[in-house]
């Protein structure tokens, strides 16, 4: 359904947000590595504390909540699946990066989640962590890696896939329940998106 020009009224309790699509089909001139510390590694299989955590500290002020309220075998055969990789960005012996690449459909990579903890915004660990996933996904036989963002996500964010040589080529409205209002995250999580009930 296509919504019509002008307002839409979103009910109380929702959320809505625009999704960005964006694709690359060729691989694209890296830039250089900024300085840091940082290392990526393979976790796999992941535990499922360790994901939980991490998709958290990374994921929560970006309203990330459609892995957190899955039982623990939803969210194994989700990241236990066949074709979906995971790896921490590795910092004085934490993990404060996720990546997870999902290659299962033949000739293409999903960058399904990607970002950083709050404190590593802005270091230069993003561009990293993308240098990585892009070296990772185009060393594979593929001839298409994507990933969508949404207008949740931090300001920035369209603008580096673009800067990372991802074109957008669909957008879309997504209108969700409001994950603070039914325990999934914090009531006080993502003030740039305010609750309405």
């Not at 089909?25 to 499922?48: E, N, T, Y």
């Not at 590795?90 to 033949?106: N, T, Y």
């Amino acid at each position: 359904m296509l919504l019509p020009d002008g307002y839409s009224d979103i009910p109380h309790g929702k959320i809505a947000a625009v999704v960005t699509h964006l694709e690359m089909i060729a691989r694209p001139q890296l830039g250089d590595d900024p300085p840091g510390a940082w290392r990526l590694r393979k976790v796999g299989p992941p535990a499922l504390d360790w994901y939980r955590d991490l998709y958290r500290r990374v994921g929560e002020q970006w309203l990330w909540f459609t892995r957190t309220g899955l039982d623990d075998a939803d969210l194994a055969s989700r990241i236990h699946a066949p074709g979906v990789e995971l790896y921490g960005l590795l910092v004085d012996g934490r993990d404060e990066g996720l990546l997870e690449l999902d290659f299962s459909v033949s000739g293409e990579c999903q960058l399904l989640y990607f970002g950083v903890t709050a404190k590593f915004i802005g270091t230069g660990a993003a561009r990293f962590l993308m240098n990585r996933a892009q070296e990772i996904a185009w060393s594979r036989d593929i001839g298409r890696f994507w990933v969508h963002t949404c207008t949740y996500d931090h300001p920035s964010a369209v603008a580096f896939y673009q800067r990372s040589g991802f074109r957008p080529f669909l957008r879309q409205i997504e209108v969700a329940d409001d994950p603070r209002l039914d325990g999934k995250l914090p009531c006080d999580t993502a003030r740039h998106v305010p609750v309405i009930v």
